[in-house]
């Protein structure tokens, strides 16, 4: 089975279009034939050459582009990944999909490096409730096909389209803050697990207007109805940082 035939590249977009135009030529670097849809909640959307444009109501926010397109997706898999990431010859998607091929996994994270720093972020989480806070730690519960099973990775992955489809999705109410709580509720629902090869390079690009929306009184607003539905006063994390990203060949 090959990436052309298998997978569809999903791409959440919003306010940035020069992200945008970078993550989409990336992706057709490697692979120009694969079938990538753009969702974007921008107020005025650019139309993308070569994309299923999929032009959202203004600010609907992360979990309802998510959802609407884990809804459209035909192939066996989907590519999930936002506009600040792209693709380079590390982005191995072929090597990814021989994974989920052989195995059960329902989702399939790679190795995210942050640029232009190069810090790497773990490969796989843990998360839980304890007392009065969530917590988030590096760790897994055990290795599979060489990857680490863990409760979750950052929001680049590959899925089964099926699997996804049939969860309940992100929350639509969280328009960011949504990560754990999508996590959280595919513990016992979801097999995920962290791939250590393929990476992708994420590069977080922000001017004054998509801050308005990202940044300040927004945040907390989407920080703290998150809390509140898990019942706890806030998150803390243990993650340590990962040693910085070093090119191969």
């Keep these: 089975m090959n990436v052309n035939?298998?997978?569809?590249?999903?791409?959440?977009?919003f306010e940035r279009p020069d992200c945008l135009k970078h993550a989409v030529e990336s992706v057709r670097d490697f692979f120009p034939d694969v079938r990538i849809i753009v969702a974007d909640d921008s107020e005025k959307p650019p139309m993308m050459g070569g994309v299923d444009n999929f032009v959202l109501p203004f600010y609907t926010g992360l979990s309802f582009g998510r959802n609407r397109m884990v809804e459209r997706v035909r192939t066996k898999y989907m590519f999930l990944m936002e506009d600040d990431a792209y693709f380079n010859e590390e982005t191995k998607l072929e090597a990814v999909l021989d994974v989920m091929e052989q195995t059960d996994f329902d989702i399939l994270g790679i190795t995210v490096v942050d640029m232009p720093d190069g810090h790497q972020h773990p490969n796989g989480y843990m998360i839980y409730l304890r007392g009065d806070y969530g917590y988030s730690d590096s760790g897994s519960y055990g290795e599979e096909a060489g990857c680490s099973l863990c409760d979750f990775v950052e929001n680049i992955f590959m899925a089964r389209t099926a699997a996804l489809q049939a969860f309940e999705g992100w929350d639509e109410d969280l328009k960011i803050?949504?990560?754990?709580?999508?996590?959280?509720?595919?513990?016992?629902?979801?097999k995920v697990a962290a791939m250590i090869g393929p990476r992708i390079m994420h590069e977080h690009l922000e001017d004054a207007r998509y801050a308005s929306f990202r940044r300040g009184g927004r945040s907390r607003q989407f920080a703290e109805m998150n809390f509140k539905k898990q019942g706890v006063i806030g998150w803390r994390s243990t993650v340590m940082k990962q040693p910085n990203w070093v090119k191969q060949g």
């Design 5 to 13: 035939d298998a997978v569809t590249v999903c791409i959440k977009a």
């Design 177 to 190: 803050h949504e990560h754990g709580d999508f996590f959280l509720r595919a513990k016992s629902k979801l």
